[in-house]
């Protein structure tokens, strides 16, 4: 009988850039690591949808709350897509509610930040939206199946969401000179958040060094930084926006921008429960789950009788 | 930890056009067929994905398992006579 070895099974399978999917082998720290990431992701959308929701009643008209739904059910849908794909590693939701509920759970430092204006669902749209975009691109290629498929449906539906922030800000910028600075003061607020969120530096990235060697990554976090300003710097341009860097300034030598580091101790405050909004967060997630309870219960109840019906019948 | 259940897990699958195969897209968690179908149409498809769903309950699902690939698939590896390629049809005869 052939002996199979799992562990050379696993490593063939990721150095000929195959998939690995739920029923494969794969050693434990490879699972832990992707139950971390997907369900701390799946947070992130969850999260996500409070800044922009804050917004949904205030929408200045029709067409705006239109889209400004779209977008956050999508959002709560990317959430919805990534719990199971983490689900297919043998975790369960409940699991991952509590953890968030409890606060044990990490989410994207980024939606602790408050959204003061409408030109910050412009920002966040266009800015956040972008950052998450370029990471997410990226996954589309990660190792394990669920997750890239999860991906690739995100990123389809993710450029609307970034097009429709730049839309907004374009409207503002050439609009009255309130809603220019609305849109500058805007920028100003967002714009070293969204570099955190392509995480620590690479030299202090605690988590990327298995990620890469697993195929869950494949780009680092200043890799992908670095793109996103090259990217996003011609947008900036455009509005007639100035960004909140002096350093910022282009550099012929290395074909890219050079540009400032984000504060990265508030970053670090940020992500231990001390930023702007955190406690808010967890407050609206914990009510909004407590409220529905009578619903899950009523379901549940619901799904039994019918069952005991079709039994009986 | 809470006791609250999000209920089973099912599987969705889209039908994008008439006369095309169901194709797997994902999974969900609802707590009746129904429920299940409307939760499809809500998360699978927005952006007219499809025309037409399944949901299964996963706990219906049958799969092979992947430690058993090779004995499993193992009795057709060897008979290449059931592919076309495996006939010599003479030139001239035309499309075969």
Redo the contacts between chains.
């Keep these: 009988m052939?002996v199979?070895n799992f562990e050379e099974l696993f490593e063939s399978k990721l150095a000929k850039n195959d998939i690995i999917?739920p029923?494969?082998?794969m050693p434990d720290n490879y699972r832990k690591h992707l139950i971390r990431q997907i369900s701390q992701h799946a947070h992130s959308e969850i999260v996500g949808m409070l800044p922009e929701g804050n917004w949904i009643t205030r929408a200045p008209s029709l067409r705006a709350k239109l889209v400004l739904l779209?977008k956050v059910?999508?959002e709560g849908?990317h959430g919805?897509?990534l719990y199971?794909a983490a689900?297919s590693l043998g975790t369960s939701?409940?699991?991952m509610?509590?953890a968030l509920?409890t606060g044990k759970a990490k989410y994207s430092s980024i939606f602790n930040y408050p959204t003061l204006t409408w030109a910050d669902v412009g920002a966040v749209g266009w800015l956040v939206d972008g950052a998450a975009i370029m990471n997410q691109v990226m996954l589309q290629r990660t190792s394990y199946g669920p997750y890239a498929?999860?991906m690739v449906?995100i990123c389809k539906?993710e450029s609307f969401h970034q097009r429709q922030g730049y839309e907004l800000m374009t409207h503002l910028a050439f609009g009255t000179p309130a809603q220019k600075e609305m849109a500058q003061d805007a920028l100003n607020r967002w714009w070293f958040p969204t570099l955190m969120m392509f995480g620590p530096p690479d030299i202090e990235s605690p988590n990327s060094e298995n990620a890469l060697k697993w195929r869950i990554k494949r780009e680092t976090n200043d890799e992908l930084r670095q793109r996103f300003v090259n990217q996003t710097m011609p947008q900036i341009e455009y509005l007639g926006l100035t960004v909140p860097d002096k350093n910022l300034k282009w550099n012929e030598a290395k074909n890219g921008f050079d540009f400032s580091e984000p504060d990265w101790t508030e970053f670090k405050a940020v992500i231990k429960g001390n930023g702007p909004c955190n406690k808010e967060r967890l407050a609206s997630r914990n009510k909004s789950?407590s409220e529905g309870?009578w619903v899950?219960e009523a379901?549940?109840a619901?799904?039994k009788k019918?069952n005991e019906n079709y039994e009986a019948a | 930890m809470s006791k609250d259940s999000q209920g089973p897990m099912w599987e969705v699958f889209v039908q994008k056009k008439a006369g095309q195969p169901f194709v797997h897209c994902g999974n969900l968690h609802a707590y009746d067929k129904e429920m299940a179908l409307q939760n499809a149409r809500d998360l699978y498809t927005r952006r007219g994905e499809g025309m037409a769903l399944w949901v299964v309950p996963s706990s219906a699902i049958v799969s092979s398992s992947p430690e058993d690939m090779g004995s499993f698939f193992e009795p057709s590896n060897d008979k290449i006579y059931r592919h076309p390629t495996f006939y010599q049809i003479p030139d001239g005869v035309g499309h075969m």
């Design positions: 052939e199979i999917e029923k494969d082998w779209a059910q999508d849908g919805l897509y199971t689900e939701r409940d699991e509610l509590d509920l498929r999860a449906r539906e789950h309870a899950r379901a549940t619901y799904a019918q």
